[in-house]
């Protein structure tokens, strides 16, 4: 897969604004999922997500496969549940990738 590919692939995963809206909060959880039981260092509880967005469990689903899929999050079973977090290393490399597309000559200057 081309780099180009590569990017694309995340781009989908990110069109929706759902799936925007749970990265984002995955970037902070202390503040969009203070009333969480569980640390955070294992992530956010599935059930959370659904509470953040107001969708259905089968919506957010379908929502946290496409971020999982792109590499944007990973799920981690803890007993019943499934906990996220976000992949900030895939993040960081979405990032760069997408400054060194749409801004070649800045890596020519080496900005």
């Given at each position: 897969?081309?780099?180009?590919?590569?990017?694309?692939?995340?781009?989908?995963?990110?069109?929706?604004?759902?799936?925007r809206?749970?990265?984002?909060?995955?970037?902070?959880?202390?503040?969009?999922?203070?009333?969480?039981?569980?640390?955070?260092?294992?992530?956010?509880?599935?059930?959370?997500?659904?509470?953040?967005?107001?969708?259905?469990?089968?919506?957010?689903?379908?929502?946290?496969?496409?971020?999982?899929?792109?590499?944007?999050?990973?799920?981690?079973?803890?007993g019943?549940?499934?906990?996220?977090?976000?992949?900030?290393?895939?993040?960081?490399?979405?990032?760069?990738?997408?400054?060194?597309?749409?801004?070649?000559?800045?890596?020519?200057?080496?900005v």
């Open positions: 897969m081309s780099d180009c590919e590569a990017i694309d692939c995340l781009l989908k995963a990110l069109a929706h604004p759902v799936r809206q749970i990265l984002r909060a995955l970037a902070e959880p202390e503040h969009y999922f203070a009333e969480q039981q569980h640390p955070f260092d294992v992530g956010v509880c599935a059930g959370m997500i659904d509470q953040l967005t107001g969708l259905s469990q089968s919506s957010n689903s379908g929502h946290l496969a496409a971020l999982q899929k792109a590499g944007l999050i990973s799920g981690r079973k803890v019943q549940w499934i906990f996220y977090q976000r992949n900030e290393d895939a993040i960081a490399a979405l990032l760069q990738a997408l400054k060194k597309q749409l801004y070649p000559t800045l890596q020519e200057s080496g």
